[in-house]
């Protein structure tokens, strides 16, 4: 029971180290990447808190250098589902009841383990699994996951503040309860920091996790496991379990227990999720939630205002930085006829400074894409654009898979703004940009608008206030984060919480307390303290 009302520590913002030759850092992580380089990590699930070596392997394979054996994961069967599930619930029982405060304190202790003595490892990991620069690693498995653990704590103690009016006579509270069940998490490849906050999230209110990473990201899940283990997450809370895809879904999916899924990926693996849910709804004990964060096909909107360089750096920065493969990646663009030229300079100025290998090198600012299969689509899109009628690729266009994914940054113009690669999401470093006169802006809004299932990122480039206004209110719709003169991507937890609607989601908001309200079913609690003992209302007199 609480004894008090606990104030936790202040949130902030990790602040982002510079890496630059000659830091303690730098050497830090270059070392930490030497020695898993060459580790050769053994990957086994975690269920109820106990490692699990099932002997069906796959291979860790770094994708700038595929070749590379730098360990192996561990499979689970069904059995090993099964066995997730069931510890997930046992574990509940005791779970639920923790006190708020005691959870805290471990997520609380999870955000300062790897904001110090895991930082390296995890950046380390990130780099060599999901071939990110030091830099892309940073902002994202160390200062967005601990961003995530600090700031989640602090909205669920705004969350249990907001309670409901009382009166003299009858005491209302609102109490937050966990989900009755099990969260099934579901994460990507492309942020440690999401692996980490999609079971982390749920967990924190109460809830109790079977977690399945993605097959391309073991090597920074198995850091995150660390890290949880060593904050005190008790036996059975999060359950790490990669298994084959469809087996493990359909399993968790008919559990009478399932109480939700927290989800990032594909717009595609998504509504299969949702539609197993709903062919199973007469199974669960609870109506489950659904949380989900998808694709994207986002853009850059410029005006005849805008300035070129910035235009140009916020492509340049927001198409190409991780190779394209964040969900708010700018893979369109729309340009007006009369800066476009200088856009365009500028534009090939910066890719032709590009450097491109392995992320160890730190002059690199360029990796590999995730794996082949991502490797064969792009190439395939580039392809098309070059036999294309409609499309032209101007920069870029090269690709190499003899040692990594390695495809160049590719800029490809159209005359057509509903040109494929204008509509599709790719997810590499590939955008396609439509150059429109100068009149016909408010025009080619509604092309912006309307060209995209998705609604994830998009931004606005412009100097004139009045461009800035129509633009924002023409594009309501069609971005659930909508910049400003920036780039599309870069969302900050507590200052931009993040996600999107139509194909793009649930929009949730991960990085806000909207997310968390997801997690908890709240109870409504009155005690009435002069009971009444007669039926009769004063109206009913004579």
């Known amino acids: 029971m609480g004894k008090g009302f606990f104030n936790v520590p202040v949130a902030v913002n990790e602040p982002i180290k510079s890496y630059a030759p000659g830091t303690d850092e730098r050497e830090e992580v270059l070392e930490a990447y030497k020695e898993l380089w060459n580790a050769e990590t053994e990957v086994p699930l975690y269920i109820n808190g106990e490692a699990v070596k099932t002997g069906d392997t796959a291979r860790i394979r770094p994708p700038h250098d595929h070749n590379h054996n730098a360990g192996t994961y561990h499979r689970a069967g069904k059995k090993e589902v099964n066995d997730a599930i069931n510890t997930a619930l046992e574990a509940r029982k005791a779970w639920a009841d923790m006190p708020w405060e005691q959870r805290a304190g471990i997520f609380l202790k999870a955000a300062e383990l790897v904001a110090g003595p895991y930082r390296a490892r995890i950046n380390a990991a990130t780099m060599i699994n999901q071939s990110k620069t030091i830099f892309q690693a940073e902002i994202d498995s160390a200062c967005e996951l601990v961003d995530f653990l600090r700031f989640n704590v602090e909205f669920m103690t705004e969350i249990y503040a907001e309670q409901p009016e009382s009166t003299s006579g009858a005491w209302n509270r609102l109490e937050y309860r966990p989900l009755e069940g099990f969260v099934y998490c579901v994460s990507p490849f492309n942020f440690t920091a999401i692996a980490g906050n999609l079971p982390a999230s749920a967990a924190l209110m109460g809830n109790v996790c079977v977690w399945k990473p993605s097959d391309h990201q073991m090597l920074s899940a198995q850091v995150i496991a660390e ?54 709804i007469n199974t669960y004990k609870t109506y489950p939630r659904i949380v989900g964060e998808t694709g994207g096909k986002d853009f850059i909107m410029a005006h005849k205002s805008a300035v070129p360089a910035q235009v140009a750096t916020a492509i340049v920065r927001g198409a190409f930085e991780f190779q394209g493969q964040k969900c708010s990646a700018a893979s369109r663009a729309y ?14 100025r910066d890719v032709e400074s590009f450097k491109m290998g392995s992320p160890e090198d730190m002059s690199n600012f360029i990796t ?71 009149d016909q802006f408010e025009e080619t809004l509604k092309l912006v608008d309307e060209t995209s299932e998705y609604a994830l990122t998009g931004s606005i480039m412009a100097q004139d206030r009045y461009a800035i206004s129509t633009a924002t209110h023409a594009l309501q719709n069609c971005a659930g984060n909508f910049y400003i003169n920036d780039k599309c991507t870069g969302a900050v937890v507590g200052q931009q919480p993040f996600g999107g609607a139509r194909a793009s989601g649930t929009n949730d908001k991960a990085g806000s307390k909207l997310n968390l309200l997801r997690w908890v079913s709240p109870r409504m609690i009155k005690e009435t303290f002069v009971t009444p003992t007669d039926y009769r209302y004063p109206f009913l007199g004579e």
């Open 227 to 280: 890290v949880f283990e060593e904050a005190g997450v008790p036996a059975g809370v999060i359950n790490m379990v990669n298994a084959e895809p469809v087996m493990m879904t359909d399993i968790v999916m008919s559990h009478a227990d399932f109480a939700g899924v927290h989800f990032t990926g594909s717009t595609t693996v998504f509504k299969g999720l949702w539609s197993k849910i709903g062919e199973n």
């Open 368 to 438: 590999a894409v995730i794996h082949e299969g991502s490797f064969d689509k792009l190439a395939k899109y580039i392809d098309a654009a070059k036999e294309s009628d409609e499309a032209e690729v101007i920069i870029g266009g090269n690709y190499d898979k003899s040692k990594g994914w390695f495809v160049d940054p590719t800029v490809i113009v159209t005359d057509n703004p509903k040109y494929e690669t204008m509509e599709t999401e790719l997810f590499g470093p590939v955008i396609t940009i439509y150059i429109y006169e100068d």
């Open 335 to 348: 340009i007006p006829k009369s800066i476009w030229g200088e856009v365009e300079k500028l534009i090939r």
